[in-house]
């Protein structure tokens, strides 16, 4: 079985920038879901996808966007980088739309703008 | 909104201590509510949640509703247990969708 697998490791962009996160889910997972966390806090909801639909968002605006593939793989689309999303973004998977108890988290991005 | 606060950045305590992590919540309906715990170099995953009743590792964590917390204890602390901690708390009934994070306790067990 294999687990969440996300991809860049790292990754510096300059403001105004636009950028692709990637994630893989675990074997057998159809939902989706990505994280923000700045440093020295908890990761903050930012959307979940479920059957390529996005169903649920957390306080984040547009610019932030996702998209989830028929292999269940996702993106997560951040435009207009602003200095502030200097963050670790993690996806975690989940099976059943996320109506299980458990989600399984990738290793993370670590994204910093400049 | 939903909320979750841990109020304590750091712990420290000493092997074989007794351990206690605070959590508190504020949530109008009944959440599901779990602890998250990042080992040194490892991902985020799973160490409980409050409907299986479950111990794990030795820690077990008690949903008080009237008091609005979910905190999480060990009676005799292992160096092993040193790790960041997260609370967090699901709106959605029977499951772990649209997590809220607290910001984590640090715990180290000192030997």
């Known amino acids: 079985e294999t687990g969440v697998t996300q991809s860049p490791t790292h990754l510096i962009k300059t403001r105004g920038q636009q950028v692709t996160l990637r994630c893989s889910s675990q074997?057998?997972?159809?939902?989706v879901s990505w994280y923000q966390q700045a440093l020295g806090q908890g990761p903050q909801f930012i959307f979940q996808?479920?059957?390529?639909?996005?169903?649920g968002r957390g306080n984040f605006p547009p610019r932030f966007s996702g998209l989830q593939f028929p292999n269940y793989s996702s993106e997560l689309n951040v435009n207009a980088l602003e200095l502030d999303d200097s963050a670790l973004y993690l996806c975690a998977s989940s099976p059943d739309g996320g109506g299980s108890y458990e989600q399984y988290f990738g290793p993370g991005t670590r994204l910093t703008v400049t | 909104a939903q909320r979750v606060t841990q109020p304590e950045k750091l712990l420290s305590v000493f092997k074989g201590a007794p351990v206690e992590l605070k959590c508190n919540y504020s949530y109008s309906g009944s959440p599901e509510l779990f602890w998250y715990v990042q080992y040194s170099r490892q991902r985020l995953q799973l160490l409980l949640r409050?409907?299986s009743r479950e111990s794990i590792k030795g820690f077990t964590a008690d949903l008080n509703k009237g008091e609005t917390s979910f905190h999480l204890k060990k009676p005799f602390a292992q160096e092993e247990d040193s790790a960041m901690y997260y609370c967090a708390l699901s709106p959605n009934p029977g499951s772990a969708r649209q997590l809220t994070f607290g910001s984590g306790t640090q715990l180290t067990v000192l030997p």
């Open positions: 074997s057998g997972h159809n939902t």
């Open positions: 996808y479920y059957r390529e639909e996005e169903n």
């Open positions: 409050h409907i």
